[in-house]
């Protein structure tokens, strides 16, 4: 069964660095989704993607948040200058189409921010 | 207003047994409504939409009141295997399809 994939499982960074997490969504998916997780705490949304462009995002992603796509497969969020606070788990999910579908989440990475 | 709530629990039963969930929302144009699984520190899976006229998938039935913005979720038979947080969850349909979760319910199921 296709599945989403993401690396690194765990990620520990110093505060003010930069850290990029990797997704490889399923192959046949269009739209693609970050949330977070802190850790005791309720699923939160991030980011939507489709089309090469963000479709929406939260107030928590703010410019030290960015997305990109950059092949056919991977999918990537960058936190420019990490925070104590941005300590959570990600997870990356994607869709085959909007509304209706089931978005399938990947196992999540877990970053740690000292 | 929390966007959707869920009690949090746990709720603690022996094996065999029957167990309700509920939750509220407070966006009226939500369209589209599910539970989620989440075993600790793993990721949130599917267990079921959830319709207007209900719906049921072997021990689950989940039923939606769009009038109340209330959705429930009923588990029969409970396995050790059901321990787990449930999320409640609600899609607005918006241009981003973004999922908006709740609290999570956390079931823990005796032998």
């Not at chain 1, 993607?49 to 479709?55: D, K, L």
């Not at chain 1, 999918?75 to 606070?85: D, P, V």
């Not at chain 2, 599917?46 to 588990?75: C, H, K, P, W």
């Not at chain 2, 409970?78 to 999570?104: E, P, Q, R």
């Amino acid at each position: 069964e296709p599945e989403v994939t993401q690396t690194p499982s765990h990620q520990v960074t110093q505060m003010g660095q930069e850290v990029i997490l990797r997704c490889v969504p399923i192959s046949n998916h269009l739209y693609f989704y970050w949330y977070r997780q802190i850790l005791g705490q309720k699923v939160e949304f991030l980011v939507s993607f489709y089309n090469n462009e963000i479709s929406e995002k939260s107030e928590i992603f703010d410019d030290q948040f960015s997305v990109e796509r950059p092949d056919g497969s991977n999918f990537t969020l960058k936190i420019r200058s990490t925070k104590l606070e941005d300590s959570a788990m990600y997870f990356c999910a994607s869709t085959k189409g909007r509304s209706y579908n089931e978005q399938f989440f990947g196992p999540g990475t877990r970053l740690t921010v000292l | 207003r929390k966007e959707v709530e869920q009690d949090p629990g746990p709720f603690n039963v022996p094996e065999g047994a029957t167990v309700a969930f509920n939750c509220t929302y407070s966006n009226s144009a939500s369209q589209s409504f599910f539970w989620y699984r989440q075993d600790c520190r793993k990721e949130p899976k599917l267990l079921m939409s959830v319709y207007s006229s209900g719906n049921e998938d072997g021990r689950f039935t989940a039923q939606l009141n769009r009038a109340s913005q209330y959705i429930s979720l009923l588990i029969r038979d409970s396995k050790l295997s059901d321990s787990a947080t449930y999320l409640c969850v609600v899609n607005h349909d918006n241009a981003g399809n973004m999922l908006t979760f709740g609290g999570g319910t956390r079931l823990m199921v005796k032998p």
